[in-house]
Each structure stands twice: as structure tokens, then as C-alpha cells.
């Protein structure tokens, strides 16, 4: 799991989701803008890192973590398309053993956030990992992504103090299903 979730899309409808058995990618519209959520792959390596670059400054994962999130087994790696290019991303690690998943990261462009992408990304990872428990670390400042959360289901479990590296606390919050 990440040092960092960082998550700033905030929440909009959007006119479709996509059930236990998955498409391999879902088109969903906005008032402002058509989208696909599609999935990851070591080819989006180039855009994966400039996303990571513009939503964690102070976070980013190296470029070795990168590849391992697009690569290692048991990752859910779902893509944000919009206007032809890469805008959002989020990772579910799949911990089967465990009967749980970490959403390790997920961010959205800022010139995209409030569209729904970040939802969407959240939503169709979720379904994804079918498993009965999803946590996820969230920044403690971070109120629109911790308001967004609530709003889908996640409680506040724990809080890890100094966790980032500028060391702000995280919040540890869980989703039972």
C-alpha cells in the first residue's frame, strides 16, 4: 500500500455504472463532458506518471511503484478517458486472503475534477474487487474527498499520525459490503 490518498474529484451523476460483470470499459456523460473508465496497463506508464506529478506534488509514487501498480497481480487498475487522453486514475490492491482490498490510489486532473470522473473511477473500482471489506488513507485536511467517501459508504476506522511525508495524519476509512 501507497504513502498517499489523496483523492480531490468531487461527486457528480453520471448515466451509468458498471455491474459485478464488467464490461472492459464503460462510456459515461456528463453536462460537461463525455468519459470512459477503461482498463490500466504499462502502456499508460507516461500518462499515469504526469497525473501523479499534478495531483501529489508532494507524494508522488517513484517510477518503480508506477510500474509495479500497472503490472503486479491482484491490482485493479481502471483509467479516466476523456478528450482522447489519459485525466484519471485509481488502483484497488486485491488481498483475497484477507477478504479485503486497499483502494492504494486515485486522482483526477484538476481541469476534470467535478464531472464525476473521480466517482465513476471510485465506483466501477469497487465493483471490481469482490470482496466484503475496501479501506483506503485519505489526507486529513482533505475534506471534499473525505465528505465524498462518506457519501458512499465509508466510515472512519483509524487515523495514523505523521503518515505522509510532509507528516500529516492519514485517515484510515473502510467500506463493509
Known amino acids: 500500500m501507497r504513502k498517499r490518498g489523496i483523492f480531490t474529484a468531487y461527486a457528480l451523476r ?11 470499459s464503460v462510456t459515461l456523460q456528463t453536462p460537461a463532458n463525455t468519459f470512459s473508465i477503461e482498463p490500466a496497463s ?15 506534488p508532494l507524494d508522488a509514487w517513484p517510477l518503480l511503484d508506477l510500474l509495479g501498480v500497472l503490472t503486479f497481480p491482484n491490482v ?11 485525466v484519471g486514475f485509481v488502483a484497488g490492491d486485491l488481498r483475497r486472503s484477507e477478504r479485503l482490498a486497499w483502494i492504494a490510489t486515485i486522482g483526477v ?9 473521480g466517482t465513476a473511477l471510485l465506483t466501477t473500482c469497487e465493483e471490481r474487487l469482490n470482496v466484503p471489506t475496501i479501506k483506503l488513507c485519505v489526507r486529513k485536511s482533505n ?10 459508504g465509508y466510515v472512519k476506522v483509524d487515523e495514523w499520525p505523521r503518515y505522509y511525508t510532509d507528516r500529516e495524519a ?3 476509512m473502510e467500506k463493509k459490503r
Open 109 to 117: 486532473l484538476p481541469e476534470f475534477r467535478g464531472q464525476g470522473i
Open 42 to 56: 504499462w502502456r499508460d506508464l507516461g500518462a499515469l506518471r504526469q497525473i501523479e506529478q499534478i495531483c501529489f
Open 76 to 86: 485493479v487498475r481502471l483509467k479516466a478517458v476523456a478528450e482522447n487522453r489519459m
Open 143 to 152: 475534506d471534499t474527498a473525505i465528505r465524498l467517501y462518506l457519501r458512499y
Open 170 to 172: 492519514a485517515i484510515v
Open 14 to 24: 453520471f448515466t451509468d455504472a458498471a455491474p459485478r460483470n464488467a464490461p472492459h
